[in-house]
């Protein structure tokens, strides 16, 4: 038996198909930016993601299907429902591919139980309840304008005005290096100009210089990662009391950086033990196969693809 998980993201879309029970990837598949939301040309380069998974497999074997994917809400629209349903049929799927909130593969990604909590950190920000495999309450997510505390977007920024306050400083010579500026008004000049484009926000990109300096003790990096965990921790205790695990997804959380050391030493002693996320891509597959299989395999399967 065959299932498909798919991520559909902002930047590009990754598909897996894995074979259930045994959790064998046995395709992947890639394909550009997913998310209809933002790409006019989410179907098609969905279903080109799904269609190299599929490649040397009968489609029509594929058992299970589901598409991760940032505002479901979008799928309400005929237009954008039939897209992705020819683009789907189209690579000779016979069952649906029912979207599901990345807020929910992120949760999966990182935990075979039905309810709990997700903390998501990369270019934005976002912590929510997850109930039931469904998105409840939610906090921040309201994009860098608005919020995304703690998130790459709002690292880069704050960096870029400790270069701007102090362009002598070890971390005004790197900002002011990474946007080629040599001026502090071509740096301001680059910062508004990334602000106004379009797609992910420059500035983000500076999150990992900045987590670099950090661990190298520079001071006021190492201030900015410590506010940054601050107000994460802050936005997934908006959240409220939390019943199930929580777990950490997006960039700045699941990988070895120290913006993801100082959330979890925040965390400590507390009644939670967050746990890290692995591919949503996976976790996608995992949502696809779950109802075909029995509680203990299932759950076995979690710990096979996602351990």
């Known amino acids: 038996m065959l299932v498909l998980g798919i991520d559909a993201g902002g930047t590009g879309s990754r598909a897996v198909l894995v074979r259930v029970p045994d959790g064998e990837v046995v395709g992947r598949g890639s394909g550009g930016p997913g998310n209809p939301v933002a790409s006019p040309d989410a179907a098609h380069e969905v279903g080109r993601a799904a269609r190299a998974a599929l490649a040397g497999h009968e489609p029509a074997g594929v058992a299970g299907a589901v598409l991760g994917v940032a505002g479901t809400s979008v799928f309400a629209d005929p237009t954008v429902s039939a897209a992705f349903g020819a683009a789907f049929a189209a690579v000779g799927l016979a069952v649906p591919v029912p979207p599901v909130g990345d807020v929910v593969t992120a949760f999966a990604a990182g935990s075979a139980c039905d309810s709990g909590a997700v903390l998501i950190a990369g270019t934005g920000a976002i912590a929510a309840h997850v109930p039931q ?94 506010d940054a965990a601050g107000r994460l921790v802050a936005t997934l205790d908006a959240l409220g009391p939390v019943d199930g695990p929580v777990v950490l997804a997006g960039s700045l959380l699941t990988r070895e950086t120290p913006v993801r050391a100082a959330v979890c030493a925040r965390l400590d002693g507390r009644d939670v033990r967050p746990r890290v996320a692995g591919d949503p891509a996976l976790a996608a597959a995992w949502l696809a196969a779950r109802p075909l299989l029995g509680t203990d395999a299932a759950a076995h399967l979690h710990a096979t693809l996602l351990p």
Do not use: K, M, Q
């Open 133 to 226: 495999w469904t998105v409840g309450r939610t906090v921040d997510g309201w994009g860098w304008l608005l919020g995304d505390e703690g998130s790459g977007f709002w690292i880069g920024r704050r960096a870029v005005r400790a270069a701007v306050r102090d362009p002598g400083s070890a971390l005004g010579a790197r900002v002011h290096a990474h946007a080629g500026a040599s001026t502090v008004d071509e740096l301001v000049r680059w910062a508004t100009v990334s602000a106004a484009g379009s797609g992910p926000p420059p500035l983000a990109g500076l999150a990992p210089l900045v987590c670099a300096l950090a661990r190298g003790g520079e001071p006021a990096a190492a201030r900015i990662v410590d």
